[in-house]
């Protein structure tokens, strides 16, 4: 493993990502005598300006230049069933969750509404699943942007003369997009080959958690409208948990037939939604008066304001001031944009299509200087939606096997070999005495339609009569959808299964278990420390410097790449326990993975 990392690739280039540009041509040098050590100095570096100037957007060219071929089949291959339950699914997963998230910071501020998310969330998924290299992605609105946003806020209310929210924020955006194409451009992306399962499964471990919070913080808002109207929400919260888990079970359980158990997957958690809503307004419940999201005018912008935001009018010493939170923000953006792009890539996907980070950090520095511009919440990548979306387009099959004799039955490990051409997933069956093993993913409906409709939903959404029905969602729903989503995440995340392990019965676990190589010492030791990091990444977000968080979340790199490897682990017992986020096939956009 490297020591420590680079940001910048203008010194070294890797072989992949290095196809030739305009800045190719040769570069005339000085006629000076080749036997003087100073002519020998200056043409050294005059190559190494070569070199770095032909480096200038090569991850660009190189996920363009991988990525075309393959358009015309992102919206082929859409013909498939799977499409219509994940544009579903990640609707609800998405729109609702970012408006709850939305909430704290449409109260306080006053400056934001409904249809701004709505906005925003549209804006997100229509240039990424139409332009963007990487449409599995969903992009929307965060957590953490909206604790950015209300701590900026919360300073600016502070000072004596503070200026136009609207007109700061769109200066701190405009910055954070600058510095987002210098980074695509520099390939700074390269970067990502450092960010491991360490990072990714603590940095996931704190989104679950701070679900888990929101969902109680919406929860204990509604007591300020009485106590009936915040025990009928805690019963329609616990409701929509309990009924979405039920859902979740059925689907992988042996009972029913198995389009019954595929629908129970799909669509287990829309229904769930619709009837904890519904329950509000039956019976005695509806007398309670339950309190409902807060919607506006269709298409119309908070406090009536114009939809564009004319920034530029910003005084100039603020201009100045907006920079170094331009800077946090791009800090944000930069991890929690990319590992979402990295989860939903993950080595558990059996992907096909080649990635492009470089080229879709460009296009979120474009949606960024968009939504200060229309004075929206800046969108970028989701956790777990992201994962989610890409799960729900999986294709289920059996594994396939060369011949019988290398078929172990429950072993679990077989190769995989999906065949796709044209949109059709091909698996193989097994003979009927031969026992079936359970099935496994081998592809992935790999398309940019599902985005593009979840998003289309979003600006639906907008009107007035589909306004009006979105302001009938009990909040105490939008609480259990919180935690839902947060327990869901917590379960398949890295630290849940290690801290599982450690108190499982030995007794009953696999022999072939992994962990069972790693010393509990150890174990303890690589947990303890994710931990640690989570804690101090939640403990910041909870105090008056929450918006220096993106700094924090960023220091678990060099942690791991810096930090680990001198701690007394060996190296197989950090392969075990570590290791790359997404496969190979994904990680050559930025160069490989360590």
Partial sequence: MENGFRLSRCSSVTSLLTPRTPFDSPINSLDLPSSTGASKTLRGAMRKIRSCLASVGAGIFHDIKARLPWYLSDWTDAWNYRVVPAAALIFFSNVLPGIAFSLDLIETTNQYGIAEVLVSTFMAAFVFSVFGAQPLTIAGVTGPITVFNKTIYNILANQPDPPNYLHFIGWVYLWAAVIHWVTAVLNWCNFLKYVTLFSCDTFGFYVSWIYLQYGVQVITRQFSGGFVSAAVGII?????????????????????H?????????????????????????GRFHSADVV???VGGAFQAANGRPWLVKFWELDGKWVGIALPFGIILWILFFFDHNVSSLIAQGS??????????HYDFFLLGITTF???????????????QAPIHTTALLVMGLPTRDNEEDYVAGRGDLVVTPRTEKGQYEVSAYPNDIPHPKQIPVAVVEQRVSNLVQGALCLILLTGPLLHVLGLIPRGVIAGLFWFMGADALQGNGITRKLLYLIRDKSLTAADEPLRKVRTSRLLLFVGIQLVGFGVTFAVTQTAVAIAFPVVILLLVPVRTLLVPRLPFTPAELSILD????????????????
């Fill in 348 to 357: 558990q996907f059996p992907l096909r299509k080649p990635p492009g980070f």
């Fill in 370 to 384: 968009i939504a200060g511009l229309i004075g929206v919440p800046a969108p970028n990548g989701l956790i777990p």
């Fill in 258 to 282: 198995r389009i019954i158990r595929q629908f129970f997957a799909d669509y287990g958690m829309p229904i769930s939604l619709v009837a904890a809503s519904a329950m509000a307004y039956w």
């Fill in 579 to 594: 290791g790359p986020t997404a496969s190979l096939h994904t990680m050559e956009s930025v160069g490989g993975s360590l």
């Fill in 292 to 294: 409902t999201l807060p």
């Fill in 236 to 256: 329609l919260a616990i409701l929509m948990v309990l009924t979405s888990f039920i859902f979740q079970s059925l689907s992988q359980r042996p009972y029913f």
